[in-house]
């Protein structure tokens, strides 16, 4: 399908999306969300499919929710449509592994955009940053909330009261990012590691999102019954036998999703 702000190329069983509205330096507007919403629906049905990265520019990831689109909007108009909230609920529904492969700025929509994928890869020119401050707003899809839960409260304090960036180095210290590599090779990286997730038989690799969102989402009891339940299920598998054996075996195994 042909996008207007997104690129999409699937290649060794990965699907890898970039922004691309290099004019506005990939701010997200109406039109990138439901597109990038609709390619990532798309991705998650396509059995050509095991894990997806979601990259930018060199020089920019996504600086943050379209300013012209929305400095007119009123309020009655952003609660109307719920600005972008159908389109990031969408995306958290998405059960394949999703990578954010961060280069230059990430700010405001665009650093929430990267914490709803399940893990940040950035190169080493990344700056992270919640400056909706800035605007006389707040952060609206997750800036508050998500950040907080990567970061803790005082950095989240910090980088949505001050509206600072975060660079490369500050944001894998504080556990945002998973790793940082030079810039040129960011996209490398993070296709390399989605290519390792692509070997794993999907049930598991979809079990260990739904697994690791319940340490955000629930009580640590609840996470750690729903983890020891998924845990057994995942015997009921063609793919359990098939990993195990082929360890015994020394062997590579060959999952099928079963
Ligand atoms: C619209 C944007 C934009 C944005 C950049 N541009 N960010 N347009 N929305 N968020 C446009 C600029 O207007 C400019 O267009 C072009 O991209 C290049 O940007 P420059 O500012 O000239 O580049 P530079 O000097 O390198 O500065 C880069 C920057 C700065 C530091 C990233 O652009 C910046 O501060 N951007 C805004 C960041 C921000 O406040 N984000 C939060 C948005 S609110 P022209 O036509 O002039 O060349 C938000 C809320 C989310 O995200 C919640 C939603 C529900």
């Known amino acids: 399908m042909a996008y207007e702000t997104i690129i999409v190329e699937i290649e060794d069983e990965v699907a890898l999306i970039r922004l691309n509205r290099p004019e506005a330096l990939n701010a997200l507007n109406a039109t990138l969300l439901d597109e990038l919403s609709a390619a990532l629906t798309e991705a998650d049905r396509n059995d050509k499919v095991r894990a997806i990265v979601l ?22 108009d952003v609660y109307d449509e719920d600005l972008f909230g159908a389109q990031i609920e969408a995306i958290t529904r998405i059960r394949k592994p999703i990578i954010a492969a961060v280069s230059g700025y990430a700010l405001g929509g665009g650093c929430e955009l990267a914490m709803v994928c399940d893990f940040i890869i950035c190169a080493e020119n990344a700056k ?24 803790g409260k005082s950095k989240a304090m910090d980088m949505n009261l001050t509206g600072r960036f975060m660079d490369a180095a500050e944001a894998e210290r504080s556990g945002l990012v998973s ?23 999907q049930i598991a690799t979809k079990t260990v999102k ?16 729903f983890e020891r339940r998924a845990f057994h299920a995942l015997f009921a598998t063609e793919d359990q036998k098939e990993g195990m054996a ?3 075996e020394k062997r590579e195994a060959q999952f099928r999703d079963r």
Do not use: C, H, W
């Open 210 to 225: 739904e697994a690791v969102n319940r340490a955000y989402e629930t009580t640590l009891r609840e996470g750690l019954l």
């Open 246 to 248: 082929a360890f015994l």
């Open 55 to 76: 990259t930018g520019s060199e020089k920019a990831f996504a600086a943050g929710a379209d300013i012209k689109e929305m400095s007119t909007k009123s309020y009655v």
């Open 179 to 201: 790793r940082v590599v030079p810039t040129p090779k960011l996209v490398p990286e993070a296709m390399a590691a989605a290519r390792k997730i692509a070997e794993k038989s």
């Open 128 to 151: 992270f940053g919640q400056p909706e401050i800035n605007l006389g707003v707040v952060a609206g899809i997750g800036g508050t909330q998500r950040l907080t839960r990567f970061v």
